[in-house]
């Protein structure tokens, strides 16, 4: 089959979009010669710059609406793709792509949609009613959109960033100007998109405290609207370091391509860590790793504890019924995190 060009698109989230990476590059194991577009939102667009798989980025401002969409439809139209991958599959998508190509593509374009397994997680979530168990991550069915011109089983998962020479220079003068180059660091990312995902920023502290008590040295992520690492940092007598609200997207990953471990809520930093190829202990309280978002490398695992009412939510919102309010992140103990820390750093 002949392929000159492909679209994908995934508007949001940011660990969406990390997760999405394989896609380019197995489409274009597939098909070399094909020029890979990606449509995304100018919020995230930056996380997919310098990747050798795609050949542009198609920023969308959702803040322009309709016209801007209109605008972005009749542009792909006249484009000639010859597969798109939808790998969103939002309202926003799907009238896109029906303004662009027709529900089911026109002529010779081919559009191919993610399952979103909603009504199984929908009957985890309410019921508990587990049918996802043997589902693939959410990595893996981003490959799988690729099934028909490939083995799923023989496609690569395995994500994958690029920060640019810029971008590894100045992380690397944050890193020296700081007596941190050399040493044996530990990524905490203490906060999450929302507060029913985040354990205590007192066991992030008390964490902190004893990983430094056995010789790493401890560096706080997050994003400028988190409050956690500066309150570390306030109440640490021997100070980590509050890179929160200082770097790029591709300037964090970069950070923890320097890191033996990345500790962090359900949150983009695990997918962040992972990408560059450092372990991550991820805590799971209201929300579990059936819904595709659980940690993939070897030494990387999932912190969570069997509750019956787990998981009551899909991301974080909404408000805990449990009697004993957020028992599901109360009950990890930071021995927990600092057993399992101790067994992927060996220090």
């Known amino acids: 089959m002949q392929v000159n060009r492909v679209l994908v698109i995934r508007f949001s989230s940011l660990g969406d979009i990390i997760l999405l990476t394989p896609l380019f590059r197995e489409i274009k194991k597939i098909f070399p010669q094909a020029h890979i577009d990606f449509l995304t ?3 995230f667009a930056s996380i997919c710059k310098n990747n050798p798989h795609i050949d542009q980025i198609i ?3 959702r803040k322009q609406g309709k016209e801007a969409l209109n605008l972005i439809a009749r542009q792909f139209a006249s484009q000639q793709y010859d597969l798109v991958f939808d790998a969103h599959q939002s309202l926003r998508s799907r009238l896109l792509l029906k303004k662009s190509f027709g529900w089911f593509g026109s002529g ?18 309410l019921w508990k009613i587990n049918f996802l168990k043997d589902f693939p991550s959410q990595r893996e069915a981003y490959c799988q959109l ?4 490939a083995d ?8 994958e960033l690029f ?14 100007q700081n007596n941190l180059l050399g040493e044996t660091l530990v990524a905490i990312g203490p906060s999450a998109s929302f507060p029913g995902k985040c354990w205590s920023k007192d066991n992030f502290l008390e964490l902190t405290k004893q990983l430094q008590s056995q010789g790493a040295k401890v560096l706080l992520l997050g994003g400028p609207e988190d409050i956690e690492p500066a309150w570390i940092v306030d109440n640490c007598e021997q100070k980590p370091l509050d890179l929160s609200n200082e770097l790029s997207f591709l ?5 923890l391509s320097y890191c033996k471990l990345a500790i962090s809520n359900d949150s983009a930093i695990v997918h962040f860590a992972e990408a560059m190829g450092t372990p991550a202990l991820s805590i799971f309280g209201p929300t579990v790793k059936e819904f595709g978002y659980g940690a993939f490398l070897e030494h990387s695992k999932v912190i969570e504890v069997n509750l019956p009412c787990r998981p009551c939510s899909r991301n974080g919102k909404g ?12 009950d990890i103990p930071v021995e927990r995190l600092m057993q399992a820390a101790m067994n992927v750093l060996k220090i």
């Open 41 to 43: 939102s100018t919020t």
């Open 59 to 61: 920023p969308f401002d």
């Open 108 to 125: 010779k374009t081919q559009i191919f949609r993610i399952d979103k397994r909603s009504w199984q997680r929908n009957l985890l979530l």
């Open 146 to 149: 690729l099934q028909k011109f």
């Open 152 to 159: 799923p089983e023989q496609l690569d998962s395995s994500s």
């Open 163 to 176: 920060p640019s020479a810029a971008e590894r220079e100045r992380v690397h003068q944050i890193l020296e």
């Open 251 to 255: 300037e964090s990953a970069e950070v």
């Open 319 to 330: 408000k805990c019924t449990n009697k004993i309010q957020r028992q599901c992140l109360r």
